[in-house]
């Protein structure tokens, strides 16, 4: 096991951007399956996106398909969320998880979440 940390977060308006990056501190990402899910107030966690350890395979959910960006950057350790054209529905806390399948559901390494505010 080890400790992801996710940043990045913050608030803007609709059809704003914003970049969520996970790294990890005593093991490198790039051997793992990485996914983003996100919770908003009073909802179930849905996963948003993943990039496998193996192929570099992306899955999005529909609701984020077009306008999320999941990738990774070896040589600095991290997994980026491009997140374009948010919208208030996109709110919640973002969190980055390892080893398990993409898509899935059961991951084993949870970061602490950073928050995501979509409003005017």
């Known amino acids: 096991q080890f400790q992801l940390v996710e940043s990045g977060g913050g608030s803007v308006q609709p059809g704003g951007s914003l970049r969520l990056s996970c790294t990890s501190s005593?093991?490198?990402?790039?051997?793992?399956?990485i996914a983003w899910f996100r919770q908003a107030p009073g909802e179930e966690r849905e996963g948003v996106s993943c990039i496998a350890s193996n192929d570099g395979r992306t899955y999005y959910a529909d609701s984020v398909k077009g306008r999320f960006t999941i990738s990774r950057d070896s040589a600095k350790n991290m997994v980026y969320l491009q997140m374009n054209s948010l919208k208030p529905e996109d709110t919640g806390v973002y969190y980055c998880?390892?080893?398990?399948?993409?898509?899935?559901?059961?991951?084993?390494?949870w970061g602490r979440g950073t928050q995501v505010t979509v409003s005017a």
């Open positions: 005593g093991s490198t990402l790039n051997y793992y399956t």
């Open positions: 998880a390892s080893e398990g399948l993409c898509p899935g559901t059961e991951y084993l390494d």
